[in-house]
């Protein structure tokens, strides 16, 4: 699906934003953004680093709420 064909909430933009994306991603666009982003910010890669740590989790979150309303069911 794309976002632009369905309404879209802030909460849904705020995610998108987090995943640095834009509204007319795709699904599939977001799935791979959020793999290419976990590999950038794993605790594994970074050494624990806290700052990292914290960016990944919201990150998830984003993806998670983004994956209740467009992912394939």
């Not at 791979?32 to 050494?47: E, T």
């Not at 624990?48 to 984003?62: F, S």
């Amino acid at each position: 699906k794309e976002f632009k064909k369905t309404k879209i909430s802030q909460t849904d933009k705020d995610a998108l934003e987090v995943m640095e994306l834009n509204e007319a991603a795709k699904w599939e666009e977001i799935q791979i953004k959020f793999k290419s982003l976990v590999k950038k910010y794993h605790p594994d890669k970074n050494h624990g680093n806290k700052k990292y740590e914290d960016k990944l989790k919201t990150i998830t979150l984003a993806y998670t709420q983004l994956k209740k309303k467009f992912g394939k069911k």
